[in-house]
């Protein structure tokens, strides 16, 4: 029986997911053996065109042109995910989409040959075509990544439970940053599955895997507002900086006041 074709691909994005992969290349052998990795080309010299049985893209669409290859991606793929918040909802990229610039302005602030330059709003990639599955996280988390491939080659759907990040921030017995330290910690409204990465280590978390299932967004931006006394352009850069495009953060931005 022939083995499942993976492929990886790039769209804008600072490839950091990509690398994630690499990085876990010892615990991949482990299931190396059961997949073929057809295109990845920031890991192999030789790669080939689909159909693919998987594909995982990495990065937002910004441009006409990566649309174009994002439907390719959809054509050739059985199964897509979206890996990494970039590509589940335009992560850091879409702050742009908040500048009150046009394309235009934006794009003569970055490029100084502006003739071959189109760029459009960024968003994540189930904007414009059908996802199977999300890998959330800026970047991905490892053991995330390997329970998806794993419940994939399966052929089981995994489950990913997106309750918020002070669930397990509590599980590891952490004192609570916001409650005692004043921090202005988005654990609350965040989706988990990082195991509370950041709290863990002292630092508040910044949201990177966007909205949680019971995500109240509106009354943290209160908390931040009345209790920690955050001014309301912090309180905005806060919910825009990964998933301002969510409906739930922006919720908290305060985009429908
Ligand atoms: S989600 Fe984060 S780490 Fe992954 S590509 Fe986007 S910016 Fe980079
Ligand atoms: S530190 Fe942050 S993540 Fe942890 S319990 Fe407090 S608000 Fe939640
Ligand atoms: S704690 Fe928050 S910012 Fe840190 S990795 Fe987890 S979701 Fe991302």
């Known amino acids: 029986m022939s083995k499942p074709k993976l492929a990886f691909f790039k769209l ?3 490839a950091g997911c990509q690398l994630s ?11 190396l053996g059961a997949i073929d990795i057809t295109y990845f080309v920031m890991a192999k010299r030789s790669n080939y065109h689909g159909p693919y049985d998987i594909g995982f893209v990495e990065g937002a669409v910004t441009s006409p042109r990566e649309l174009e290859e994002l439907k390719n991606i959809r054509r050739e793929c059985n199964l897509v995910v979206a890996m990494g918040t970039c590509a589940c909802f335009g992560g850091i990229p879409s702050i742009k989409n908040f500048t009150g610039m046009t394309q235009r302005q934006m794009e003569e602030k970055v490029y100084s040959e502006l003739w071959d330059i189109k760029s459009i709003p960024v968003q994540g990639i189930d904007y414009y075509i059908p996802v199977d599955h999300y890998l959330r996280g800026c970047p991905i988390d490892l053991e995330e990544f390997l329970t998806l491939v ?21 599980l590891n017995e952490n004192i609570c940053l916001l409650v005692n330290r004043g921090k202005a910690c988005m654990g609350s409204v965040t989706a988990s599955g990082c195991n509370a990465l950041c709290p863990s280590l002292g630092r508040e978390c910044e949201g990177c895997r966007g909205p949680a299932s019971d995500c109240n967004a509106e009354s943290l931006a209160k908390t931040f507002s009345k209790e920690l006394g955050l001014d309301k352009a912090d309180i905005v850069r806060k919910f825009r900086k ?3 495009n969510t409906s739930e953060f922006s919720k908290g931005a305060g985009d429908n006041e």
Not at 21 to 31: A, G, K, R, S
Not at 153 to 163: A, E, I, T
């Open 12 to 14: 804008s994005s600072c």
């Open 21 to 31: 992969v690499l990085n876990i290349e010892p615990v991949l052998l482990d299931v």
């Open 150 to 170: 794993k419940s994939l080659l399966k052929g089981v759907n995994p489950h990913f439970r997106f309750h918020s990040v002070c669930n397990e921030c509590k």
């Open 242 to 244: 990964y998933a301002g």
